[in-house]
T-cell receptor, first 114, second 114 residues
Framework: GAVVSQHPSRVICKSGTSVKIECRSLDFQATTMFWYRQFPKQSLMLMATSNEGSKATYEQGVEKDKFLINHASLTLSTLTVTSAHPEDSSFYIC??????????FGPGTRLTVT | AQSVTQLDSQVPVFEEAPVELRCNYSSSVSVYLFWYVQYPNQGLQLLLKYLSGSTLVESINGFEAEFNKSQTSFHLRKPSVHISDTAEYFCAVRPDTGRRALTFGSGTRLQVQP
């Protein structure tokens, strides 16, 4: 089956620093990648949708200058949390889409900002 | 816009007992419906989906879900659960045309006890 990886699985960073999270589709080409954020005991909330080679589309309320998304190839998308603050601590999950309705999810990245 | 409600945050059940995980949705347009499962420390895996046709859909591991348009529900059922079914289950929807991003429910923790 289609496999999506995320790196790192866990990261701890200091307030004010930036951290990059990678999302890779290992055995297929993903035309679209999605970034979600999951708070404890809550839903996955869509942050942005990215298509290879074009700018990401951000959901309302998500700061595009704070959460930088780059989708440089059909197998790699990155999310950079800039000037991180403790309230950015969360579980970030990416998914990659191939066809019209199938999405494959990565294992998630636990970000802790101290 | 769509919304998904999973009223039960946790469902404890004994092994070999039947279980139903409830999912209700709201949408002004026609939708596709999904159930995803998340095992500890793993990514989300697609369990089953409803796109069109028969309103009863089944997974390979004994789960089934029935789309009820009049009640806007997509409840997940299994007649006899196993310890290995212990996981977090998410119901999700997306419009059947256009935007492909998923809207998730808050999840239901299925805890199967011996």
């Amino acid at each position: 089956g289609a496999v999506v990886s995320q790196h790192p699985s866990r990261v701890i960073c200091k307030s004010g620093t930036s951290v990059k999270i990678e999302c890779r589709s290992l055995d297929f080409q993903a035309t679209t990648m999605f970034w979600y954020r999951q708070f404890p005991k809550q839903s996955l909330m869509l942050m942005a949708t990215s298509n290879e080679g074009s700018k990401a589309t951000y959901e309302q309320g998500v700061e595009k200058d704070k959460f930088l998304i780059n989708h440089a190839s059909l197998t790699l998308s990155t999310l950079t949390v800039t000037s991180a603050h403790p309230e950015d601590s969360s579980f970030y999950i990416c998914s990659a889409g191939t066809g019209d309705y199938e999405q494959y999810f990565g294992p998630g990245t636990r970000l802790t900002v101290t | 816009a769509q919304s998904v409600t999973q009223l039960d945050s946790q469902v404890p059940v004994f092994e070999e007992a039947p279980v139903e995980l409830r999912c209700n949705y709201s949408s002004s347009v026609s939708v596709y419906l999904f159930w995803y499962v998340q095992y500890p420390n793993q990514g989300l895996q697609l369990l089953l989906k409803y796109l069109s046709g028969s309103t009863l859909v089944e997974s390979i591991n004994g789960f089934e879900a029935e789309f009820n348009k009049s009640q806007t529900s997509f409840h997940l059922r299994k007649p006899s659960v196993h310890i290995s079914d212990t996981a977090e289950y998410f119901c999700a929807v997306r419009p059947d045309t256009g935007r492909r991003a998923l809207t998730f429910g808050s999840g239901t923790r299925l805890q199967v006890q011996p």
